[in-house]
Structure formats: structure tokens, C-alpha cells
């Protein structure tokens, strides 16, 4: 079979321009991406269009996103649409019927076990700081004041209530049984005395300015108890003058003394009278008087003390000694006294005090009295006791006994304990403390208030949002292959389309230059 040149001319001239246009397409396509890094010798060095290019992509892709196609404006009205609203809302609703309906154990069993341990550290810390916060406003004049009016409202509130209701028999015995806890461990507290002694000692101070004379500060009946004291003691005195003068010691320095006066006597008298008096009076004379008077002359004494008319002068002047020494000012007693004794005198009456507070049978009998006050109170009204204790009283009585070290530690106590409890004590299922159809309510608004204040948020956050930066970083992240991966995946259809359209347009061009090339060789 024989084939026309010219038909063969013309097939293999559309054949190779339709090649020639395929192949052209693609290997434009594939040095889109190939090689990924430069080729050649000197300047013969080729690379993929989108390889070298790919910083200047990266950054055009970036600015596209982030000015064109995801603009702050659009991510702001994106999440303030309707569909995010309603899943929003979803979400709070889901959130809050699983914290209020669900059955819940204690914080301790719910809490992981770190979370726990730092909620202990920081509870551990809250009752001291309490505490001493408390023992600081306890001692303000703000604190007085507050409690004196809510002891006054509490009186006017409570008058008519009768104690029984209050002070039941378990509420009794359990306030005996905490006030001889309390009792017991102030009387063998070291510091009980220490205590009593520095308040003798500013008493004691205190009176140092005080020119109130002494017999104003003593009851009446004292005055006269002291007065008798003094007269029943006179004869027991003067039975201890006569033991003092058996004494050989102490009757050497009564002569040797009556001697020296006589002798100064004697100096003052004339010539013959001085004569006269060495004459009769001598030492055996003087040693005979005091044997006299030690033998007689208390007796006789006595006897003249126990005269009616006797004692009168003796009580009237007693009276008189004991009313001159009461009617000197407290000042003028504790000068007299001198820093020493003042300070033995606030030791010896701390230890007695002491003493009788940590006796037994002190506390008993105080435990008793206030058994006994309790039991009695429990048929009259609270207004009836109430009204014997001023309030400012009570309320200053309270301050003080606040700032006491002592209620300091019971207040610690206390708050540990209720936060440990707090710890330890089941939640339950928090809806059944609440009203019916609470937590719906709680959700709505919850839901209101938080999507008002995400609104007012996102503008804010949007803006430091570099939309931009993070496409241009994530392009740049990416590599080569997966970067070709990912075009190819979206534009494979129309690469291919190319490569074919390069095979027709080839052909094409293969056709026109057959024409051409016969109509030249015509």
C-alpha cells in the first residue's frame, strides 16, 4: 500500500507540533514545583517556579488571607453571628445543668488530688490571718461601738424571751463543761501569774499619781475592823514586851539605852540635883526597874488597859492613829513604800492570787456559783438579765477578752475547723438548695452576661490577631512535597486539561504549518 507523501507530510507535521505543545504543558507544569532545589553549573542553575519563589508566595498568600479573605472585621462579625450565639448558649446551659444537677461528693473527693493539696496550703494560711485580723479589730473603738449597739438591739430584741429556751439542760452542761476546760487551762497557764503581776504592778503605778486619801478607798466596815484589830492587840503586845525583856540580849540594849538617857537627863539639871540623881539612880537602879516592870509591870498595865474608861481613851486614840493614816493619799503611801517593796508587794499578792486560782476547790466552788446562776436564770426572762449588764460594759469587757490571746487560739480553732469540715462535708446535688427551675434562670443570665462581655472581648482580641503572620508562617511550614501535595490535590483536573489543551493547540499549530509550508512549495 502505497501512502500519499503529502498526507504523510501533513501527519507527521500535526503530530510533531501536537508533541510538541503537549510536552511544552508539561514540563511548564512540572518545573512549577521541580526540582525543589537549584540545579546546574554556574549560571546555569534551575529550580522550581513556586521553590524559588516560595518566601515572595508565603507572603503574597498571607496578605491575601489576612486583608482580602479573613479580614478582623470578618472574624469579629463571624463570631458574634447568630449560629455561634445559639452554641454559645448550648454550651453554658450544657455546663450549668452538669455543675447543678449532677450528684456531687465533698471538695475533698471531688478535687484532684494537686489541686487539694494547694487548696489545704492556702486554707492553712486563712484561719492565722483571720485570727489576727480579728484580735486587731477587737481592739478599735469601731468594734466597741458595733457590739455595744448589738448588744443594746439584742436586749430590746430579746426581752421577752425566756432563758429556758435558750439554755437548755445539753446547752448547760456543756457550758459548764467548756468553762472548767477554760478555767483549768488559764490557772496552770505559765503566764497566769506573769499576768497578775505586771497588773498589780500598773495598779500599783497608777495609784502613784492617785491623791485620793486611802480611807475614801476602803469599805466603812474595815476601817472599823482594823480600829479593834489594833485595840484586841495591845495586851498581846505588851505579854511580848515582857518576853522581850526575859531576853538577856535585848535587856543589855533597853538598860544601855534608859543609861544614855539618863546620863543626857542628868547634863541638864544644876550641880547638887546632878549630884544627887548619880547618887540614887545607878546602874543596879536601872536593873532594878526593868526587873520590876518585867516581874509587875505588865500586869499592871494590862489591868489599866482593861479599865472602862481606859480602853475608851485607848480606842479613841487608836481611832484617831488609824483615821490620820487613812487620810493620807494613796501617793503618799506607795512613796513611802519605795520601788522595791512596791514591786514585793505586786509579787507576793500575784502568787496568793495565783494560788487561789489554780486550788481546786476554787474552781469547784467558782464551777458551782455558775451552775447555781445558770439554773437560777433559767426561770427568769432574757431581758431580766440583760438588764443588769450596761452595754457599753459588756461591750468592753467583750473587746478585751477578744484580744486575749487565748480567744485568739479558739477563733483559729475554730475557723480551721470549719474549713476542714467545708473539705469533708458532701456537696450533694446543688439544685435541691436552690428554687425550682434556678438553674435555668442562672444559665440565661449567665449566658447574657458572659456573651455581653465576650462581645465587648473580641474586638480587642481579633486585633491582636496577625492573621497574615500566621498564614505566611504556616505556608512557609510546609514542605515542598507537601505544598505540591496540596495543589495538586485542588488543580490536578485542570493541569491535566493544560497538558491536553498543549497536545491540541500543538496540533493546531502542526495543521497551519502543513498549509503554510504547501502553499510556499506550490
Known amino acids: 500500500m502505497t501512502w500519499d507523501p503529502a498526507i504523510v507530510e501533513a501527519v507527521i507535521t500535526i503530530a510533531l507540533g501536537a508533541l510538541a505543545g503537549g510536552i511544552t504543558n508539561a514540563v511548564a507544569i512540572w518545573m512549577l514545583f521541580h526540582p525543589y532545589e537549584p540545579r546546574g553549573l554556574g549560571r546555569w542553575v534551575i529550580q522550581g517556579a513556586i521553590p524559588k519563589n516560595r518566601a515572595r508566595l508565603a507572603k503574597t498568600v498571607g496578605r491575601t488571607v489576612g486583608q482580602r479573605l479573613l479580614a478582623p472585621e470578618d472574624l469579629a462579625r463571624q463570631l458574634s453571628a447568630p449560629p455561634v450565639r445559639e452554641a454559645f448558649d448550648r454550651a453554658?446551659?450544657?455546663?450549668?445543668?452538669?455543675?447543678?444537677?449532677?450528684?456531687?461528693?465533698?471538695?475533698?473527693?471531688?478535687?484532684?488530688?494537686?489541686?487539694?493539696?494547694?487548696?489545704?496550703?492556702?486554707?492553712?494560711?486563712?484561719?492565722?490571718a483571720l485570727a489576727?485580723?480579728?484580735?486587731?479589730?477587737?481592739?478599735?473603738?469601731?468594734?466597741?461601738?458595733?457590739?455595744?449597739?448589738?448588744?443594746?438591739?439584742?436586749?430590746?430584741?430579746?426581752?421577752?424571751?425566756?432563758?429556758?429556751?435558750?439554755?437548755?439542760?445539753?446547752?448547760?452542761?456543756?457550758?459548764?463543761?467548756?468553762?472548767?476546760?477554760?478555767?483549768v487551762t488559764a490557772a496552770a497557764s505559765p503566764e497566769l501569774e506573769a499576768t497578775l503581776r505586771g497588773w498589780f504592778a500598773r495598779q500599783l503605778v497608777r495609784m502613784e499619781d492617785d491623791r485620793t486619801p486611802l480611807l475614801e478607798r476602803l469599805p466603812a466596815s474595815l476601817v472599823g475592823t482594823v480600829e479593834r484589830a489594833i485595840a484586841s492587840y495591845l495586851p498581846v503586845a505588851l505579854d511580848r514586851l515582857a518576853t522581850l525583856l526575859a531576853n538577856p540580849e535585848t535587856r543589855q540594849r533597853i538598860q544601855r539605852a534608859l543609861h544614855e538617857l539618863f546620863q543626857r537627863f542628868a547634863q541638864d539639871l544644876l550641880l547638887h540635883e546632878r549630884i544627887v540623881a548619880r547618887l540614887v539612880v545607878t546602874e543596879r537602879t536601872i536593873e532594878r526597874l526593868l526587873d520590876t516592870f518585867e516581874r509587875?509591870?505588865?500586869?499592871?498595865?494590862?489591868?489599866?488597859?482593861?479599865?472602862?474608861?481606859?480602853?475608851?481613851?485607848?480606842?479613841?486614840?487608836?481611832?484617831?492613829?488609824?483615821?490620820?493614816?487613812?487620810?493620807?493619799?494613796?501617793?503618799?503611801?506607795?512613796?513611802?513604800?519605795?520601788?522595791?517593796?512596791?514591786?514585793?508587794?505586786?509579787?507576793?499578792?500575784?502568787g496568793y492570787a495565783a494560788r487561789a486560782l489554780r486550788d481546786p476547790a476554787t474552781r469547784t466552788y467558782a464551777i458551782d456559783r455558775l451552775d447555781a446562776a445558770l439554773a437560777a436564770a433559767e426561770h427568769r426572762t432574757l431581758g431580766d438579765v440583760l438588764r443588769h449588764i450596761p452595754a457599753d460594759r459588756a461591750a468592753a469587757w467583750l473587746a478585751r477578752a477578744a484580744s486575749t490571746p487565748e480567744v485568739r487560739a479558739w477563733f483559729k480553732e475554730g475557723v480551721s475547723a470549719a474549713l476542714a469540715a467545708m473539705l469533708d462535708r458532701p456537696i450533694g446535688r446543688p439544685s435541691a438548695w436552690l428554687p425550682e427551675g434556678a438553674h435555668q434562670r442562672i444559665a440565661e443570665q449567665l449566658s447574657i452576661a458572659l456573651w455581653e462581655w465576650i462581645q465587648r472581648q473580641v474586638p480587642i482580641v481579633v486585633a491582636q490577631l496577625d492573621v497574615e503572620a500566621m498564614v505566611e508562617h504556616k505556608v512557609l511550614g510546609f514542605s515542598m512535597e507537601r505544598l505540591e501535595q496540596i495543589v495538586r490535590q485542588t488543580t490536578q483536573r485542570e493541569l491535566d486539561l493544560i497538558v491536553r489543551l498543549g497536545y491540541v493547540l500543538g496540533g493546531f499549530v502542526g495543521v497551519a504549518a502543513w498549509v503554510v509550508q504547501r502553499l510556499l512549495g506550490d
Open 92 to 128: 453554658v446551659r450544657g455546663f450549668v445543668e452538669a455543675a447543678f444537677e449532677v450528684e456531687r461528693r465533698s471538695l475533698r473527693d471531688e478535687l484532684p488530688p494537686a489541686v487539694l493539696t494547694e487548696l489545704e496550703r492556702a486554707l492553712d494560711g486563712i484561719a492565722p
Open 132 to 183: 489576727a485580723r480579728f484580735a486587731e479589730f477587737a481592739g478599735t473603738q469601731e468594734f466597741r461601738d458595733g457590739l455595744g449597739d448589738a448588744l443594746e438591739r439584742a436586749t430590746r430584741e430579746l426581752a421577752d424571751r425566756p432563758v429556758s429556751d435558750v439554755l437548755t439542760a445539753e446547752r448547760r452542761a456543756a457550758l459548764r463543761q467548756r468553762v472548767e476546760q477554760w478555767v
Open 296 to 350: 509587875d509591870g505588865v500586869d499592871h498595865l494590862a489591868r489599866l488597859l482593861d479599865e472602862p474608861a481606859m480602853r475608851t481613851e485607848v480606842a479613841r486614840s487608836v481611832n484617831d492613829a488609824v483615821v490620820s493614816f487613812l487620810r493620807r493619799p494613796m501617793a503618799e503611801h506607795l512613796t513611802n513604800l519605795g520601788a522595791e517593796r512596791r514591786e514585793r508587794i505586786a509579787e507576793t499578792a500575784a
